[in-house]
């Protein structure tokens, strides 16, 4: 007979429910224990659902689409830093595989990225014009699990600064096809203008985010366009800028003033009732399994520690229509030696990870 898992908690199946253990009976949660006969193997600490990084990139680096093994290796990464669930904001190679697999997180896909013509990071994106948007949005709409990733910024070198990528109008009849198809439309946006046109076009989400000013933030909070800021990645602005220094100013004095003030940007947005998720952009430039580091930063950001906890985890999977800790749901699970709520921190060191009911890592 299979070996149950006693897991004896605190069990934080949401931001104020703790309950005294939970039991994994053939890879699901359930919150009775098994009848007699079953070897029960016993795992203390706090239960967390499967932390969520709702902004990574699988099968994807620097360089554009890598091989299979990498792409393992990342999700892999991943899994042993307690993220069981990703939501991969845009990546050119094919990882369906990785479904198959009840050793590595889920995914949820957005396709692949869809940019501008050359304004955009080389072999990342499908790189179109606006007459061509519409039809690529359903294309991608209907490869992805239901989610769309446009290029919504990026620096246009005949201004020598960013620029939205798209008329207004163009992306508000693509946002529009994505909602016919079923998914919902988020977008890689820094600057300040690209943010007023993708929430009047009617957008579900917003990457980075930087660029918020008090009215799109209102616009935002009053329309639930939910932000992923991933403050690990924003860290990284001098570095991305610094090669344009001498070239493209402008440019590159608009990225520092960015970096300088994400903090209260996203504090303000906070402040103002945006939904805001936890997401660590790995797989272009940065490396896999950030997920505690941003968790850490969102606090500096005006986030509690149970905010920060929610935006990873419960808040985070009711987001994205998956389940967190409830009766005959997936085993997807992090235990944890501290309580999460006190300090995010406990999460960058999981005791134990259960995934679809066995312990791995
Ligand atoms: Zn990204």
């Known amino acids: 007979m299979a070996t149950v898992l006693h897991l004896t908690g605190p069990v934080l199946a949401g931001p104020d429910e703790a309950l005294d253990e939970l039991w994994v009976i053939d890879g699901r949660i359930s919150l009775t224990p098994p009848g007699p006969g079953h070897d029960v193997e016993t795992i203390e600490g706090w239960v967390l659902p499967g932390l969520v990084d709702a902004h990574c990139h699988v099968g994807l680096d620097r ?4 091989d299979a093994e990498t792409s393992e290796q990342q999700a892999r990464t991943d899994r ?4 069981l669930l990703i939501r ?3 990546s050119p190679a094919d990882t369906r595989w990785i479904d198959e697999r009840d050793d590595l997180p889920k995914i949820i896909r957005a396709g692949r990225h869809i940019a501008r013509t050359k304004r955009y990071i080389r072999n990342f994106a499908h790189e179109i014009e606006p007459e061509q948007l519409v039809s690529r949005v359903r294309a991608e709409a209907r490869a992805g699990d239901g989610w769309v990733k446009l290029v919504g910024d990026w620096i246009d070198r005949d201004l020598g600064d960013l620029a939205p990528c798209w008329p207004v109008d163009v992306l508000t009849e693509a946002i529009a096809a994505a909602h016919e198809e079923g998914a919902r439309v988020t977008a890689h946006c820094f600057g300040e203008q690209s943010l007023h046109d993708f929430a009047a076009a009617g957008t579900d989400c ?6 918020l000013v008090d009215e799109t933030i209102e616009a935002f909070a009053r329309r639930g366009i939910a932000i992923v800021p991933t403050l690990v990645n924003i860290e990284t602005f001098p570095r991305i800028a610094e090669p344009a220094r001498e070239k493209f100013p402008d440019y590159h004095r608009h990225m520092l003033q960015l970096h300088e003030r994400r903090f209260a940007t996203i504090a303000a947005a906070h402040e103002a009732g945006v939904p805001i998720y936890v997401g660590t952009d790995a797989g272009g430039s940065l490396p896999h399994g950030l997920v505690a580091q941003e968790m850490e930063l969102l606090t500096r950001a005006g986030m509690t520690h149970t905010e920060a906890l929610a935006s990873a985890t419960w808040g985070a999977r009711d987001w994205l229509r998956r389940p967190g800790i409830a009766e005959g749901e997936d085993a997807d699970l992090v235990v944890l030696d501290s309580d999460p709520r ?5 999460c960058a060191t999981p005791r134990s990870i259960v995934l679809r009911g066995a312990t791995v890592g």
Not at 63 to 66: D, E, L, M, N, R
Request: aromatic share 0%.
């Open 88 to 90: 991969d904001a845009g």
């Open 342 to 346: 006190e300090d995010v921190r406990a």
């Open 80 to 83: 042993d830093a307690g993220t």
């Open 63 to 66: 360089h554009g689409a890598v």
């Open 206 to 211: 917003i990457e980075h985010a930087t660029g």
